[in-house]
């Protein structure tokens, strides 16, 4: 994949991981990220593969084991990477992304 999550994302925490688990699934292009990248934030992101499927995924951070599930319950980058792909939601193809995209925009609805 030409552009790399962790310049996209201005080293939001954990994007080495999210970037190892997408080059992992054959990502191809990123279709849409947000984020937040400060001492707490998120990343949402889309990435259309290699395959046709999309990977969508979200996940919020923080910046010490108070107030971050995944340092605080001190998860292996392996570990992350099996939770990531068991929470994502995988789009068959373009065209069903797309409609999911649709009433996500149309109905103003928070992913």
């Known amino acids: 994949m030409k552009e790399k999550i962790t310049e996209v ?4 925490r954990y994007t080495d991981i999210l970037e190892d ?3 992992e699934l ?18 949402d992101i889309d990435v259309l593969l ?10 919020y ?9 995944w340092e605080h319950a001190e998860h292996s ?3 992350i990477i099996e939770i990531m792909k068991k929470e994502a939601t995988f789009f068959d ?11 996500v925009d149309k109905e103003n609805i928070k992913s």
């Open 93 to 103: 193809n373009i065209e069903y992304y797309n409609k999911w995209k649709l009433l």
């Open 77 to 79: 980058n392996e570990k």
């Open 9 to 12: 994302c201005e080293q939001a």
């Open 50 to 59: 290699n395959d046709g499927r999309i990977f969508s995924y979200n996940y």
């Open 26 to 43: 054959g990502g191809d292009k990123i279709l849409s990220c947000n984020y937040e990248s400060d001492y707490q934030g998120y990343v």
């Open 61 to 69: 951070y923080g910046s010490c084991s108070g107030c971050d599930c």
């Open 21 to 23: 688990l997408i080059e």
